[in-house]
C-alpha cells in the first residue's frame, strides 16, 4: 500500500498520471509541463491565471520552473514498477488509488495486489496465473470452464467436461504442465539448432562487415594506386610534350636566326645592285660620246653578272620528320615503361599461363590439333590407346596443373555456337556417365556453359543462369588458388565480368573443355 500512497504524491492532478516533465508554480504545487500550458492557454482566453489546486490568482502568465528533483524521483518510481507500466494490469479491490497487480484468479476473474492476494489464498484454492485480462483464453468457449489438460489427438487445450462428456471423450489427455514439458523437451532440440545458426549467421554477418571493411580499404587503395598512376602519366606526357616542345623552339630560334642572316646578306645585295643601277643610269644620261666613254673606261662598270639572291643559299625550315621522330620514340618508350613497369608494379598484371591440351585426357573423338591449342568434336574415333587419365565424356584438360599461385588463360569460342568451358581437380571422375563426369555438374569442377542461348555458371550440378546482353567470344579465366577464387570474364571492350566462384582448393586443377557437336574451341596463346 506505501507503493499506492507513493504514487498517488506523484501524479499530475490534472491528468491523474505520473507527472511527465513536472513543473512549478510561484504557489509550490507541480504539474505536467503540457498539462498545466493548456490550463494557462485556456484561462489566458478567459483573462486571468489561476493554479488549478489552490485557485491562488496570477495578474500575469506565471512562469514555469521545472522541478528536476521531483522528476528525478518520478523517473525511479517509474524504474520500480516495471510490471505496472508494461502490463497497466492493476489489482481490482484497489479502487482508490491504482496498485499493480501481482497475480490474477482464472476461476474469480480479478486480479490481485500482494496484499489482497494473500487474502485470497487464505480463503480458497484457485487457479493463479500472472496478471492478466483475458480470462476468456483461459476457459473452455463450450462450457466455460478452465482449461485443464492437453489432448495430443486434436492439439488442443481442454477443460474436464471436454474429456469427460464432450467432444474429446476417451481420448488420452494429458495434464497441461505435462504437456508443456513435453513440448518443450521437442522445442529444446530445435533451439539448440536455431541457436547453433544464429551463431553461425552472426559470424558470418561479422565476417561479411570485415569484408566489407577490407574491400572498402582495398578500393581506397585501389583507386590511391590509380591516382598515382595517371599522375606518373601525365608527367611523362608532359615530360615528352616539353622535349618536343622545346625541340620546336630550338628550330624555331635556329630558323629565325639564319633567315635574319640571309635576309641581311640578301639586303646588301640589294644596296649594291641599286647603286650599281644608279652609277649605270647616270652614264647613260651623258650626250658626249668622248666624256661618255672616257668614264665607262675609267670606272668599274659591272656586266650584270653579280651575285643574285639566290647565291646565299635557300633558306631553311622547321624540320617535322625530326619532331616526328622524337614524337614517336617518346611514345614508344612510353608505352614500354607503361606495360613493363607501372602496371605490373602496381597492379599485378599477369601475363598469360601456358596452356596446352592434353591428348592423353582427351576423348578419342576429340581431334586436338598440332600446337595443342585447339580441339574439335569429330564423328570419328582417333583409335587412342585407353588410359587412367583419359575422359569417357567428350572432355579434354590441359596438360600442366595449377596447385599454387595465378593463372590466366583466355579461350577463344567464336567457332562454338555452344560451349562449355572451366576447371577440374585432378581427382574429377573420368569413367563414370556422362552426366556425372561433365565438368560444373560435380564437386570437383567448375564451369560456364552456353547452350541454347542460354548460360549458366556451374558447380556441383547447381546451375546459375547469366543474363548477358552481347554474344560471348573470348573467355578469359582468372584463377587464384591461394584465395580460392575462379573468375570467369567476357573479353571484349570494356571487358565484363562474367562469374567468380570461391572454393578452398585442396588439389592440382586444371584448365577443362567440353566439346559439343560442330564446335571449335581455341586457346589463345
Request: aromatic residues 8%.
Given at each position: ?179 508443456s514439458e513435453k513440448k518443450k523437451e521437442k522445442l529444446r532440440p530445435v533451439m ?142 612510353f608505352a614500354d615503361d607503361l606495360i613493363d613497369m607501372k602496371l605490373k608494379r ?180
Amino acid at each position: 500500500m506505501a507503493s499506492a500512497e507513493l504514487r498517488d504524491e506523484l501524479n499530475c492532478s490534472i491528468c491523474l498520471s505520473l507527472y511527465t516533465d513536472p513543473v512549478s508554480l510561484r504557489c509550490g504545487h507541480n504539474f505536467c509541463r503540457s498539462c498545466i500550458v493548456s490550463v494557462l492557454d485556456a484561462q489566458e482566453a478567459a483573462g486571468g491565471y489561476s493554479c488549478p489546486d489552490c485557485r491562488a490568482e496570477y495578474p500575469e502568465r506565471p512562469a514555469l520552473e521545472k522541478n528536476r528533483k521531483l522528476r528525478n524521483i518520478v523517473e525511479r518510481f517509474s524504474s520500480t514498477q516495471p510490471d505496472m507500466e508494461e502490463t497497466r494490469i492493476f489489482c481490482t479491490y484497489c479502487t482508490k488509488s491504482p496498485v499493480p497487480a501481482v497475480k490474477s484468479c482464472v476461476h474469480c476473474e480479478t486480479s490481485m495486489c500482494e496484499e489482497h492476494l494473500a487474502a485470497h489464498n487464505k480463503s480458497v484454492n484457485h487457479n493463479l496465473t500472472e496478471p492478466t485480462v483475458s480470462f476468456m483464453d483461459r476457459k473452455c468457449s463450450t462450457h466455460n470452464e478452465i482449461l485443464k489438460y492437453y489432448c495430443p489427438i486434436d492439439a488442443a487445450c481442454i477443460c474436464v467436461t471436454c474429456w469427460v462428456a464432450g467432444a474429446h471423450k476417451a481420448h488420452e489427455v494429458e495434464p497441461l504442465n505435462v504437456a508443456s514439458e513435453k513440448k518443450k523437451e521437442k522445442l529444446r532440440p530445435v533451439m539448440e539448432k536455431l541457436k547453433s545458426k544464429r551463431e553461425e549467421t552472426e559470424i558470418r554477418v561479422q565476417n561479411l562487415k570485415y569484408y566489407r571493411t577490407q574491400q572498402g580499404y582495398k578500393s581506397a587503395g585501389l583507386g590511391d594506386r590509380v591516382a598515382l598512376l595517371f599522375t606518373d602519366l601525365r608527367k611523362k606526357l608532359d615530360d615528352l610534350e616539353n622535349r618536343i616542345q622545346g625541340e620546336i623552339s630550338r628550330q624555331k630560334d635556329q630558323v629565325l636566326r639564319s633567315v635574319c642572316d640571309l635576309v641581311k646578306q640578301v639586303e646588301l645585295q640589294v644596296d649594291k645592285l641599286t647603286k650599281d643601277m644608279n652609277h649605270l643610269e647616270g652614264l647613260c644620261n651623258i650626250t658626249d660620246p668622248l666624256t661618255f666613254l672616257q668614264d665607262v673606261n675609267a670606272g668599274d662598270i659591272s656586266d650584270g653578272s653579280c651575285e643574285v639572291i639566290g647565291d646565299v643559299g635557300d633558306p631553311p625550315c622547321v624540320d617535322e620528320g625530326l619532331v616526328s621522330q622524337i614524337l614517336h620514340r617518346g611514345l614508344g618508350n612510353f608505352a614500354d615503361d607503361l606495360i613493363d613497369m607501372k602496371l605490373k608494379r602496381q597492379f599485378s598484371v599477369m601475363e598469360k599461363s601456358e596452356v596446352l591440351l592434353d591428348i592423353d585426357t582427351a576423348h578419342n573423338n576429340i581431334i586436338i590439333s598440332q600446337d595443342l591449342r585447339s580441339a574439335y568434336y569429330s564423328a570419328t574415333s582417333q583409335n587412342r590407346p585407353d588410359g587412367p587419365k583419359r575422359f569417357k565424356s567428350r572432355q579434354v584438360l590441359n596438360s600442366c596443373s595449377f596447385s599454387s599461385g595465378r593463372h590466366y588463360w583466355e579461350v577463344d569460342v567464336s567457332q562454338a555456337s555452344s560451349w562449355m568451358i572451366g576447371v577440374a581437380g585432378e581427382s574429377v571422375e573420368r569413367k563414370a556417365n556422362e552426366n556425372v563426369t561433365f565438368i560444373g555438374f560435380n564437386e570437383k569442377s567448375w564451369a560456364i556453359i552456353t547452350e541454347k542461348q542460354q548460360r549458366y555458371a556451374s558447380h556441383n550440378d547447381i546451375h546459375k543462369k547469366l543474363v548477358l546482353d552481347s554474344p560471348v567470344q573470348v573467355v578469359g579465366i582468372c584463377l587464384d588458388y591461394e584465395a580460392g577464387r575462379l573468375s570467369f570474364y567476357q573479353v571484349c571492350d570494356p571487358i565484363r565480368h562474367l562469374h567468380t566462384f570461391t572454393a578452398s582448393f585442396s588439389e592440382p586443377l586444371y584448365a577443362a573443355f567440353y566439346l559439343y557437336n560442330n564446335c571449335t574451341i581455341r586457346i589463345i596463346k
